[in-house]
């Protein structure tokens, strides 16, 4: 019942917004404003308001959040606000992070050249643009992730595409990542046409509609259920969700980049995933990356 009501006051709060849209960027950034305050007011003080979002948690752990997080804090997910977990993550940053390899390759990668004399570097001349990622394509009418772009620069210059989830292709984006969080550049999802509108609704639509067995959203998750316990961990939240691709998983024990992820959530709500380079896939992944607008670029980053 309290996962049904902090739902619907979210989506209460978006659709009334739609009322006032008179361009492209209006709707969603009544959006985004409305999504960071959720997210402010939820965790100003866990404890404080554990009987509306944390029915899961006992006492003592949320004594241990952190309070007062705000907007630019969520850029490193769950450890925004467990403090237990920032710790431990906190620690591991002050230490040689396990892909560093990766990311060496991946500036590798970027000047190898192709069968035809060019390179990744071609298509990519400035190495911090992964900020700008997913973005609209007016030509092509769609929305094109950076694994998208990478794989069309690759076949477009007669090589094999990347496998979409993992090596390669991970270790090429966390060189640009890289480059982006060194740069300090923020995220920058640009919406500029109706139709670039069209396909950040339909994303937002993927993202909050329950769906397999289980009846479950990503919204479910991480917005409702952000800061809630499952198992040992807390779960992250929507804002800042974008900041910080490829990702280094524990779990994983390797970079891999946010297809991967997403795909592997929407498993566990019991569906089968639609494919990376789907529509659904590449526009839900546009909705995600505006509502991290404005947040530092901190990627490549580690998740247990």
């Not at 009501?5 to 950034?29: C, G, R």
């Not at 009544?30 to 006992?58: H, Q, V």
């Not at 060019?118 to 992964?130: E, G, M, R």
Request: hydrophobic content about 35%.
């Amino acid at each position: 019942m309290l996962l049904k009501v902090a739902k619907s006051s979210v989506l209460l709060v978006l659709a009334a917004s739609a009322l006032h849209a008179n361009a492209f960027t209006e709707q969603a950034e009544m959006d985004r404003k409305a999504i960071i305050k959720y997210f402010e007011d939820k965790f100003e003080d866990g404890e404080k308001n554990k009987d509306r979002f944390f029915p899961y948690s006992t006492d003592t752990e949320l004594k241990g959040f952190v309070k007062g997080v705000k907007h630019n804090d969520f850029n490193i997910g769950s450890y925004a606000y467990n403090q237990s977990a920032k710790d431990q993550y906190l620690t591991f940053k002050d230490g040689m992070m396990p892909f560093e390899d990766a990311v060496e390759k991946g500036a590798q990668l970027y000047k190898k050249p192709f069968a035809n004399g060019k390179s990744l570097a071609d298509c990519f001349p400035d190495p911090t643009v992964s900020n700008e990622y997913p973005k609209f394509d007016e030509t092509k009418k769609a929305v094109v992730s950076l694994t998208v772009a990478v794989n069309n620069c690759l076949t477009e210059n007669g090589e094999k595409p990347w496998n979409t989830k993992k090596d390669d292709m991970a270790s090429f984006q966390g060189f640009l990542g890289t480059k982006a969080a060194e740069a300090g550049k923020v995220v920058d999802v640009q919406i500029n046409s109706k139709e670039a509108q069209d396909a950040y609704e339909r994303g937002k639509k993927y993202y909050y509609s329950q769906r397999g067995y289980l009846k479950m959203s990503c919204a479910t998750c991480h917005v409702q259920g952000a800061g809630q316990r499952v198992r040992n961990e807390s779960m992250s939240p929507l804002l800042g969700q974008m900041t910080h691709w490829p990702v280094f998983r524990l779990k994983w024990d390797s970079l891999g980049t946010a297809e991967r992820r997403m795909s592997g959530c929407i498993v566990d709500q019991g569906q089968k995933p639609p494919k990376d380079d789907s529509k659904q896939m590449q526009e839900m992944l546009y909705f995600m990356g505006y509502m991290s607008n404005g947040m530092k670029i901190d990627g490549p980053d580690l998740r247990k």
